[in-house]
């Protein structure tokens, strides 16, 4: 059985393989620290400088629910803002994912090349990530299994956690993005036209986060993660997930830095209120 | 005929005066620099620093809309964050207003003092002001009048848009807070128990911002400003306006900084989503 969980996101179509809930269990590497473990205690006031431990969201996405394909903001933007980051191109001719404050493009099949200069990015979602935490996390056989492996080491409800996943992967499905032929295309519309592609035992990064439905007129709602393979050949928005055991490093962020876009399209859009996103679970009977 | 609009904030019970429609006019005295006034190109890479050009928001509104009437921002970190603002103080037990980077606190009839190190708030907006626009606006009846010239101005209907009313004014009904006898009073079932009050030919200075519906989650939604008089002695929430002639400088903000609260009762609540704030006309016919 296969379900396929519709999360309202560029790339956010995100299919759960076998269901396998035996066998499942995770533990903690490092205590996670009481209350307030990133608090803004950070400068003498006690507020986090605005680069640290926030997210820098490019564009809300209730633009890319309008379908407003375009943005200017260019990947060497992007890396001032963080180490790790998702986001796609402009029209929607690819993803783009930030490993180790390198941004790349990721073609409609996967493919990888860095991101040339004069690329600019509708939507991008970037990180400072310094991880505070690292948990072990094993069995996981589907997206779901993950979430709620993760979900365990969230202390608020309300938060945004950042992820990053290094290793072997037993298996991984992905989908990309390809250029949008008609510029006033639903979201939804064009996320059923996607390639889906997959690739076992392969080794590399994801860089993600988890966003509270609250927020998910400015971020991507719910879970999100982008892959980067080791040899830098695939990557991919994940849409599903197994492997049998790995560290995960996980940041709790309580700041979001968000960048309106100065185009004239973002500028003189009347945004409809009621495309506003929301993680919603579309189940097939697959 | 008297019309109360009820936007959806802690204080936004904006009742609009007589309307008299005749004679409105207004004339830019600078004229608006075209596209992108404030652009994010105020360092090498095009980014403005956080602390310019950014709404810095402490807790989102849909806090409020879940009875959080308790934060943890006092007045010494609040001025780190801009000169102009305004918010609440917990336990709702009077208004904030933020005027040259001084936070005063106002009591539930309109007394003025200057916060103490030890307040905290559950809701504050600050903007570090620095105008590129004075516009002047003239014959103002109404609150909704004020409402419709500012809009003029407006080039984006999708930024954020900071103002500065400083003068003499005719006319102005305000509103401030007292302190909520039980936590889990609805915001809504509170704003009906407000004080109001009023002032004729009193001067001093309205500071407040437009924040777009699709922001509303994060931010108090349409027009808000607080007021504070030259002599320091009163000032509120702003319902009601009238003045003839005055300088309005106006400032268009593309960030904003959302600052999530770490206090355990935000961290463990769950945020009801269909209290989700939006402006809302409500008319009584007084």
Excluded: W
Excluded at 75 to 102: F, K, R, S
Excluded at 120 to 145: A, G, L, R
Excluded at 165 to 174: P, R
């Amino acid at each position: 059985m296969k379900k396929i969980i519709l999360l309202f996101s560029l790339a956010l179509l995100a299919s759960c393989g076998n269901q396998t809930k035996e066998g499942l269990s995770s533990s903690e590497k490092h205590e996670h620290q009481h209350g307030h473990p990133h608090s803004h205690s950070t400068d003498e006031h006690g507020l986090a400088p605005h680069t640290e431990n926030t997210i820098h969201q490019y564009a809300p996405t209730v633009a890319l629910l309008n379908s407003i394909y375009e943005g200017d903001i260019t990947p060497q933007q992007m890396v001032q803002q963080g180490n790790i980051g998702i986001g796609t191109v402009n029209h929607l001719a690819g993803e783009l994912v930030a490993v180790d404050g390198v941004v790349y493009t990721i073609d409609a099949e996967g493919g990888i090349a860095e991101a040339p200069n004069d690329l600019e990015s509708p939507n991008m979602t970037m990180i400072n990530f310094q991880p505070k935490q690292t948990v072990t996390v094993e069995n996981i056989e589907s997206y779901e299994d993950l979430t709620r492996e993760l979900q365990k080491y969230s202390t608020s409800k309300n938060s945004f956690y950042a992820y990053r996943i290094k290793g072997e992967f037993k298996y991984l499905k992905m989908a990309s993005a390809h250029k949008v032929e008609n510029e006033d295309v639903s979201l939804f519309e064009y996320l059923d036209t996607r390639v889906m592609y997959t690739r076992e035992n392969i080794k590399g990064t994801l860089v993600g986060l988890f966003t509270p439905d609250y927020l998910g007129n400015i971020v991507i709602p719910g879970m999100h993660f982008h892959f980067l393979s080791k040899d830098k050949k695939i990557g991919g928005h994940l849409e599903d997930i197994k492997f049998d055991k790995l560290s995960i490093e996980v940041q709790e962020v309580n700041q979001v830095n968000l960048q309106l876009p100065e185009t004239e399209k973002f500028r003189n859009k009347d945004l409809k209120q009621g495309a506003a996103p929301k993680a919603t679970a579309k189940q097939n009977g697959k």
